[in-house]
Nanobody, 125 residues
Framework: VQLQASGGGLVQAGGSLRLSCAAS????????MAWFRQAPGKERMFVAA?????????YADSVKGRATISRDNVKYTSVHLQMNSLKPEDTAVYYC??????????????????WGQGTLVTVSS
């Protein structure tokens, strides 16, 4: 499966964005899907994940209450990240990823095998 992220852009602090990740060449019904982000000069950090069975969601503390990860439960070909109340520190390239990490490893980027190309989110103050 290949992943294509989209939806990034420039937004003012306090605004919202909805990022999307589209799968091609297959579906992600058997994968954990996640979003990571990487700010300039920093390492890639976990943002959110949605589990393959039941759709249970997990969030980094930095976005909890402001982000919602969701997926298409019919075709399993799209995952979305709704980000609200955006802050300048949310500025980063956002990547979607697919993998099969155990629950304790959801935030470990090394456990995801497939990555989208990234979409840039810039939040102005």
């Amino acid at each position: 499966v290949q992943l294509q992220a989209s939806g990034g852009g420039l937004v003012q602090a306090g605004g919202s964005l909805r990022l999307s990740c589209a799968a091609s060449g297959g579906t992600f019904s058997s994968y954990v899907m996640a979003w990571f982000r990487q700010a300039p000069g920093k390492e890639r950090m976990f943002v959110a994940a949605i589990y393959r069975r039941g759709g249970r969601t997990y969030y980094a503390d930095s976005v909890k209450g402001r982000a919602t990860i969701s997926r298409d439960n019919v075709k399993y070909t799209s995952v979305h990240l709704q980000m609200n109340s955006l802050k300048p520190e949310d500025t980063a390239v956002y990547y979607c990823a697919a993998g099969n990490p155990v629950m304790s490893g959801l935030s470990d980027s090394r456990l995801y095998s497939t990555w989208g190309q990234g979409t840039l989110v810039t939040v102005s103050s």
